[in-house]
């Protein structure tokens, strides 16, 4: 038998999509939201990519040297 809808609703709000757990303090100091024990995924993957393209250009610029 299906569940009640009501029950069904509750899970999917208590349900915190796109969060995981930090591992150590590094995480929790240099990952959005900053200070907090959980981290947000897209958060996490913007500030790789924007970690990335800072890298990136700080190369290029010591190559053109």
């Not at 609703?9 to 349900?15: F, G, N, T, V």
């Amino acid at each position: 038998m299906l569940r009640p809808v009501t029950k069904a609703y509750q899970q999917l709000s208590d349900a915190r999509p796109l969060v995981r757990p930090t591992y150590n303090q590094f995480e929790v100091i240099w990952l959005p939201p900053y200070g907090d024990p959980e981290v947000h995924i897209p958060s996490e993957i913007g500030t790789y990519v924007a970690a990335g393209v800072f890298i990136n250009s700080i190369v290029e610029r010591l190559a053109e040297e």
